[in-house]
């Protein structure tokens, strides 16, 4: 049976239901989801969730280590951490300073993932789920490099 890895950007996976106002699936079960992915005839392999933890505020802090322990309790999956930062803005109108939070090194840990086990044989498909095109250059390079 083919084999499949899913790859998931945890925070484009979140904000793309918040945007739809899909709260009821925030606390989704990634492994279900990428179960239900596939096509008929493939096996999934394993399932790699790809986030930062987010520092504040406290109660946000709090929910998503609650989900990442729940995702952590699944079989065939693993986690990988970024960073979450916090980088000053100031208003080009007013001058005020307001600190902005992002996450990064979500993307490059996806692409080397995906890279890593392209090169090993881990998979004969693949699955990402996120949100960024930076990601489609990887992808041509393992579609490149692996025609079959």
């Not at 049976?1 to 918040?18: C, S």
């Not at 925030?26 to 992915?37: G, H, K, P, T, Y």
């Not at 986690?79 to 109108?93: A, D, E, V």
Request: net charge neutral; charged share 20%; hydrophobic share 40%.
């Amino acid at each position: 049976m083919p084999r499949v890895i899913a790859y998931i950007d945890g925070f484009n996976l979140y904000f793309g239901l918040k945007s739809q106002s899909w709260e009821r699936f925030l606390w989704l079960d990634v492994q279900a989801l990428s179960r239900n992915l596939l096509q008929p005839g493939q096996t999934l392999a394993h399932t790699k969730y790809f986030t930062s933890r987010v520092t504040r505020p406290p109660d946000k802090a709090k929910r998503q280590s609650t989900y990442i322990d729940a995702v952590q309790t699944l079989a065939d999956t693993s986690i990988y951490f970024g960073k979450y930062q916090t980088n000053p803005h100031t208003c080009r109108n007013c001058g005020h300073v307001h600190n902005a939070n992002s996450e990064k090194m979500t993307d490059v840990n996806i692409a080397v993932e995906l890279l890593q086990d392209a090169f090993q044989d881990a998979f004969d498909a693949a699955i990402l789920i996120s949100a960024d095109s930076d990601l489609v250059a990887p992808i041509e390079a393992v579609k490149r490099l692996f025609p079959g």
